[in-house]
């Protein structure tokens, strides 16, 4: 779960920096490919006293991985 939700944001910074259009792209789906993985390792996490804070992070990694996906649609991939 740490390492590909700390993924995300450090390939975010990575496209932010790129040097071309084609590694902002791979970059950003890079974003969104572990954002999807987050997602999954929330959504295996059963306890019932963190149930509040793992669903709203569950949503949270879902509206990255739209967002992301805005953004590969929008820059033409």
Not at 13 to 29: G, H, Q, Y
Not at 49 to 56: P, S, V
Request: with cysteine; glycine share 4%.
């Amino acid at each position: 779960m740490v390492r590909s939700s700390g993924s995300v944001a450090a390939n975010y910074i990575e496209a932010n920096e790129a040097l071309s259009k084609k590694d902002f792209l791979m970059r950003v789906k890079i974003c969104r490919k572990e954002a999807k993985e987050s997602k999954l390792w929330l959504r295996l996490i059963k306890a019932d006293d963190l149930e509040d804070d793992r669903a709203k992070l569950e949503q949270e990694a879902h509206e990255l991985t739209c967002i992301f996906g805005a953004i590969i649609t929008k820059s033409g991939a």
